[in-house]
């Protein structure tokens, strides 16, 4: 049995896969479980082509989704990405689908020309953390992040 990763674009036919997963992701966050409305958002991302992601399979079963945001930076007027999910189920946890995901991302960040991959996580996120810095992404001791929540519990 071949336990490789693959990885690919996901596009519009792979909504019905990536939905599950992202309301997975999404109670890992504690946000109720509702994969109708996961795949509403995720289709109207990528129909108006304000996102993307990528899926990671082994023996075509699907186990992870990185789903990244343009941008733009002001100050280096050249394209920026956000990656604002990350996921990878259980059963495939250490079995480097994290890693192929932020391969993925990062060579579509080159591709488009970006200056920049950001993302951010919880503090309790511990394993993610040391996966990222594990990648080369480093820690913004440069600015304060703030937020303004126009919803409670935010």
């Known amino acids: 049995m071949n336990d490789a990763v693959e990885v690919h674009r996901a596009t519009l036919n792979d909504i019905e896969i990536l939905a599950p997963m992202f309301s997975e992701y999404r109670q890992f966050y504690r946000q109720p479980a ?5 795949a509403q958002f995720l289709s109207e991302r990528f129909k108006h082509e ?23 930076s002001s ?9 604002n999910d990350l996921f990878v189920r259980s059963i495939a946890r250490r079995k480097g689908v994290g890693f192929a995901l932020l391969d993925a991302a990062k060579k579509m960040a080159l591709d ?9 996580t919880e503090q309790r996120n511990m394993a993610a ?23 409670e519990n935010l």
């Open 129 to 151: 953390q040391k996966v990222y810095e594990s990648k080369g992404y480093r820690r913004d001791n440069t600015f304060h992040h703030y937020i303004l929540p126009l919803k």
């Open 75 to 83: 100050v280096y007027l050249k394209p920026i990405w956000t990656m």
């Open 50 to 72: 304000e996102s993307l992601a990528f899926i990671a399979t082994i023996n075509h079963q699907a186990v992870g989704f990185i789903h990244l945001y343009p941008g733009f």
């Open 34 to 38: 509702d994969i109708d409305a996961c």
């Open 112 to 120: 488009s020309g970006a200056i920049l991959l950001k993302l951010s």
